[in-house]
Structure formats: structure tokens, C-alpha cells
């Protein structure tokens, strides 16, 4: 009688028993894939360059990977969309004119989009859903309708572009804790350096 042969899943352990944690006194260890690198670790906030006072401990997790430009869109799309919490009508229809801006070859600040567009890219939904959506990615500064072309639309390089790199940053903490009151201090120097600066270009027009 033949015995049956089954594909075995079974991957053998590479990695030998260590006396000690490897990890114990490593800011950050790098595993590398064939098209992937990926970095944990954690990295200390100091404050005082004189005493060597350190404020917090941050939790790091890099990851570098080269992909194809249809995966490049998608990852590009998806964390844009995680990070503002777009909802699914939204999410939707800025998957839709990411393809359309890209594919596009008119001037890079503007995109054109229409029903035969979006239908042409694989956006098939109801008008009530597309406008709802639209009307998410307007408000919250994404898109913004030329004056008197109700189809043209200018676009916010920060969330449309036509590059080849893309690096997402997404800086969590804890509520309540020290930590995130200097996110809080860290994100109003911000919103306060970009205010001077619009200030800065209106005087200049």
C-alpha cells in the first residue's frame, strides 16, 4: 500500500537557547527579509544635556520595506486614512482619486474628477455615499473645489503627491501621563510655527 504524502507546514527554529537576553543592552535590534527591514526597540528622551536627565522612554517600531507601485498606493492610502480616521465613504473615494491624481497628466496641484472618472478607476457607489464622502476628505482639508469648475479640484500636497518614498509617523501615548502633556507641548509649537509662517507668506502677497 502507498503511503500518502502530505506538504509539511513545519518550520525548523533557526535560533539557539541563550543564556542571557540578547536584548538586555540593545537600544534597537534590525531583522532583515528579503525586501524587508524592520527595527524595534526603545529610544530615551534626554532633556538635560549637562545632568543626563532622562524624561520618558519611547517604543520604537520601524519598518522599511521596497514594494511595487500598486502596493506603494495602498499603503500610502491606508495610512493616510488610518491617521485621520477617514470613514469607509471617505476611504473609499480617496482610494479612487489617489489613482486618479496619479494617473493623471495635468498640473500637479490640481486633479480633475468626475463620475466617468471615478467609475473608470473601480469607484462604484451611490451618488448619496460619494458626496458624503467627498464632503469628509473637504473638510478635513484634503481637497478644496477650484472656484467656478465644480469638477476641479485643488489637492493638498501633504496627502496627494507623485513621489516614490513615504514615511508615516504616528506618535502614541498614554492619557493622563507625562508624556502626553509634552505631545501636547510638542503639537501647539507646531499649529504656532505654521501660523507664523502663513502669516509670513501673506505679508509677502
Same mark, same amino acid.
Given at each position: 500500500?502507498?503511503?500518502?504524502i502530505?506538504?509539511s ?15 538586555a ?24 544635556s ?5 524624561s ?5 517600531v ?9 502596493e506603494?498606493v ?5 495610512g ?21 491624481y @496619479?494617473? +493623471?497628466?495635468?498640473r500637479?496641484e490640481? *486633479?480633475?474628477? &468626475?463620475?466617468?472618472? !471615478? ?36 489637492v ?14 504616528q506618535d ?8 502626553? @502633556?509634552? +505631545? ?5 509649537? *507646531?499649529?504656532? &510655527?505654521?501660523?507664523? !509662517? ?6 509677502e502677497?
Amino acid at each position: 500500500m502507498n503511503k500518502k504524502i502530505y506538504k509539511s507546514n513545519y518550520v525548523r527554529r533557526e535560533v539557539q537557547p541563550q543564556a542571557k537576553n540578547p536584548w538586555a543592552h540593545t537600544l534597537a535590534i534590525t531583522m532583515q527579509s528579503r525586501n524587508k527591514t524592520t527595527a524595534v526597540g526603545q529610544s530615551k528622551s534626554i532633556i538635560d544635556s549637562t545632568t543626563g536627565e532622562v524624561s520618558n522612554e519611547t517604543a520604537i517600531v520601524s519598518i522599511r520595506k521596497k514594494v511595487d507601485r500598486t502596493e506603494f498606493v495602498k499603503l500610502f492610502e491606508g495610512g493616510i486614512s488610518n491617521i485621520f480616521e477617514l470613514t469607509k465613504p471617505a476611504r473609499d473615494i480617496f482610494k479612487a482619486i489617489l489613482h486618479l491624481y @496619479l494617473n +493623471q497628466k495635468m498640473r500637479a496641484e490640481q *486633479v480633475y474628477i &468626475s463620475e466617468a472618472g !471615478l467609475e473608470e478607476v473601480g469607484y462604484k457607489r451611490t451618488k448619496p455615499t460619494r458626496i458624503s464622502g467627498m464632503n469628509q476628505l473637504i473638510n478635513a482639508g484634503f481637497l478644496c473645489e477650484v472656484k467656478g469648475n465644480p469638477y476641479q479640484y485643488w489637492v493638498n500636497p501633504n496627502m496627494f503627491f507623485k513621489g516614490d518614498r513615504m514615511q508615516i509617523l504616528q506618535d502614541y501615548v498614554v492619557k493622563g501621563t507625562k508624556a502626553a @502633556l509634552e +505631545q501636547d507641548k510638542e503639537i501647539q509649537a *507646531v499649529e504656532q &510655527s505654521a501660523k507664523q !509662517l502663513v502669516i509670513f507668506h501673506e505679508g509677502e502677497s
